[in-house]
């Protein structure tokens, strides 16, 4: 696997609306994309067609909000064959926490578990 970039970190939050003002308002970040009630993508201010990798606030996994602050995150790498990279990481035993997702939506994605149990994303 040859990672070509970090798309973005997502947390997973219990109130968007609150998360989405904090990161906005206390930490400058822009909105580039919102999914009312769902999912929020947001990148530092400035040209949206730049490849910085972004932050994304979501609530459609409740699941993964744990009452241990700072448990939420969830890096996301960018790969140029999402195909072959999925067999690899299957091939090498390594741990998916749930099926592919988003095709019905325009992207790909795939999380798997690293040593300690923590979410990956992968996506093309």
């Keep these: 696997m040859k990672p070509t970039g970090i798309m973005m970190v997502t947390v997973q939050v219990a109130n968007l609306k609150v998360a989405i003002d904090w990161y906005r308002d206390v930490l400058g970040l822009a909105v580039l994309y919102l999914e009312p009630n769902e999912f929020c993508m ?22 993964r909000i744990t009452a241990r602050p700072g448990s939420g995150w969830a890096p996301t790498l960018v790969v140029a064959d999402f195909d072959a990279t999925v ?38």
């Design 42 to 63: 947001l990148a530092p201010p400035g040209d949206p067609g730049s490849p910085a990798p972004a932050l994304a606030l979501a609530t459609d996994h409740p699941d």
């Design 87 to 124: 067999a690899e990481l299957r091939r090498r035993g390594v741990p998916f926490d749930a099926e592919e997702e988003g095709a019905d939506e325009g992207y790909r994605l795939v999380r798997v578990l690293d040593p300690e149990g923590n979410p990956i994303g992968i996506t093309a």
